[in-house]
T-cell receptor, first 112, second 115 residues
Framework: GENVEQHPSTLSVQEGDSAVIKCTYSDSASNYFPWYKQELGKGPQLIIDIRSNVGEKKDQRIAVTLNKTAKHFSLHITETQPEDSAVYFCAASIRGYQKVTFGTGTKLQVIP | DTAVSQTPKYLVTQMGNDKSIKCEQNLGHDTMYWYKQDSKKFLKIMFSYNNKELIINETVPNRFSPKSPDKAHLNLHINSLELGDSAVYFC??????????????FGPGTRLTVL
């Protein structure tokens, strides 16, 4: 089955700096890569996703990149703000199969 | 309006007891899921139902039995609770099955503590 590795497990940045979280996946058939943000005491919430037919996607301060050859994808957050502090999960899935395999999570702390 | 709701939010019980967690979604989605999140925040799928039919059943002890009375509800019953069952259980839902994978909407979670 699919295996998703995520690094780092914790990340502290100063407010205004950028944060990068990296993930690798094992199944070359995976073609959907969502990122979820989980705030304290809440369920995960989708913040951005990318499908295998594109290499990069951007939404305001958040961007994702995908390298299918190397089987890795990354989340980039620019101009970080205290409200970005949360646990972030990458995930991978295969079209036609609703199972999503999550990474191990990154706890991001933005220091004001 | 709450999209995915779970009850109860907290559940504290003794080892050996049987308990249930209920989930309801008002998004009109076809697919619902149960996830377990342990103390290290690892998020692992347990079950998935599409239109009341079980489509994903991970390696979960038989003590866990999901039930979907209709496509808007997915309940989780746990028999003979063990210490290792302590975790946060999340219900989620998404639209469709068999085609492009879609966004999953998560409930607020149920924190289960087994003493």
């Amino acid at each position: 089955g699919e295996n998703v590795e995520q690094h780092p497990s914790t990340l502290s940045v100063q407010e205004g700096d950028s944060a990068v979280i990296k993930c690798t996946y094992s199944d070359s058939a995976s073609n959907y890569f969502p990122w979820y943000k989980q705030e304290l005491g809440k369920g995960p919430q989708l913040i951005i996703d990318i499908r295998s037919n594109v290499g990069e996607k951007k939404d305001q301060r958040i961007a994702v990149t995908l390298n299918k050859t190397a089987k890795h994808f990354s989340l980039h957050i620019t101009e970080t703000q205290p409200e970005d502090s949360a646990v972030y999960f990458c995930a991978a899935s295969i079209r036609g199969y609703q199972k999503v395999t999550f990474g191990t999570g990154t706890k991001l702390q933005v220091i004001p | 309006d709450t999209a995915v709701s779970q009850t109860p939010k907290y559940l504290v019980t003794q080892m050996g007891n049987d308990k249930s967690i209920k989930c309801e979604q008002n998004l009109g989605h076809d697919t619902m899921y149960w996830y377990k999140q342990d103390s290290k925040k690892f998020l692992k799928i347990m079950f998935s139902y599409n239109n009341k039919e079980l489509i994903i059943n991970e390696t979960v002890p038989n003590r866990f039995s999901p039930k979907s009375p209709d496509k808007a509800h997915l309940n989780l019953h746990i028999n003979s609770l063990e210490l290792g069952d302590s975790a946060v259980y999340f219900c989620a839902s998404s639209q469709g099955a068999g085609g492009p994978v879609n966004e999953q909407f998560f409930g607020p979670g149920t924190r289960l503590t087994v003493l």
